[in-house]
């Protein structure tokens, strides 16, 4: 089975640091991808992890631990633009007609001033 | 270009409509996508297309019909819907090369409303 969760909501302070966690329970494993989405707009690609560690892209970073299950974004400096929804997608293993992405539940990230 | 184009944006239809939803890649994607999402809640997905043939199919009910003329394009053709199907309903496309699919690029959406 499939399993994916993330905290429903967070809030933060403009400028400070927030962590969102993911863990996953799933039949399959090649990668765990974050995406934001603004209300009412298409998800956006930020990060992936497919190897333990830490891949750092400007404010954004994820971690990956494939042992445990578990991944996180970490937002530096946040701005008010960072208030929406992140998504951690875990994507299953290869085969002749590629890889589906299983989407956690989202978690909802205010920032306010 | 880096852009899923989706049309229409907005769609009012009534359950014995029949309507389509559009969707177009210009990137070279070989694998595409139609995910379905409620308010506050993740993307579903419903169908996807690899190498323009249907390779995953959600369980969808038949009054939701996928088609993929060429490897560019992504139709959905609706038809009965009922109104718990109002959703946003989104396009995606992804690289995908010997097995391996590249992080999905999504299009803007289709609001779609049944009355």
């Known amino acids: 089975g499939q399993n994916i969760d993330q905290p429903t909501e967070m809030t933060a302070t403009e400028g400070a640091i927030v962590q969102i966690n993911c863990t996953y329970q799933?039949?399959?494993?090649?990668?765990l991808f974050w995406y934001q989405q603004h209300a009412g707009e298409a998800p956006t690609f930020l990060s992936y992890?497919?190897?333990?560690g830490l891949e750092e892209k400007g404010r954004f970073s994820s971690f990956l631990s494939r042992s445990k299950g578990y991944s996180y974004l970490l937002l530096k400096e946040l701005q008010m633009k960072d208030s929406a929804s992140y998504l951690c997608a875990v994507r299953d293993n290869p085969s002749n007609y590629g890889q589906n992405f299983v989407f956690g539940p989202g978690t909802r990230l205010s920032v306010l001033p | 270009d880096t852009e899923v184009t989706q049309t229409p944006k907005h769609l009012v239809m009534g359950m014995t409509n029949k309507k389509s939803l559009k969707c177009e890649q210009h990137?070279?994607?070989?694998?595409m996508y139609w995910y379905k999402q409620k308010a506050k809640k993740p993307p579903e997905l419903m169908f996807v297309y690899s190498y323009e043939k249907l390779s995953i199919n959600e369980s969808v009910p038949s009054r939701f019909s996928p088609e993929c003329p060429n490897s560019s394009l992504l139709n959905l053709h609706l038809h009965a819907l009922q109104p718990e199907d109002s959703a946003l309903y989104l396009c995606?496309?992804?690289?995908?090369?010997?097995?391996?699919?590249?992080?999905?690029?999504f299009g803007e959406g289709s609001r779609l409303t049944v009355l």
């Open positions: 995606a496309s992804s690289p995908l090369l010997r097995g391996i699919t590249g992080e999905l690029f």
């Open positions: 992890n497919v190897l333990d």
């Open positions: 799933t039949s399959g494993f090649n990668g």
């Open positions: 990137m070279g994607h070989r694998a």
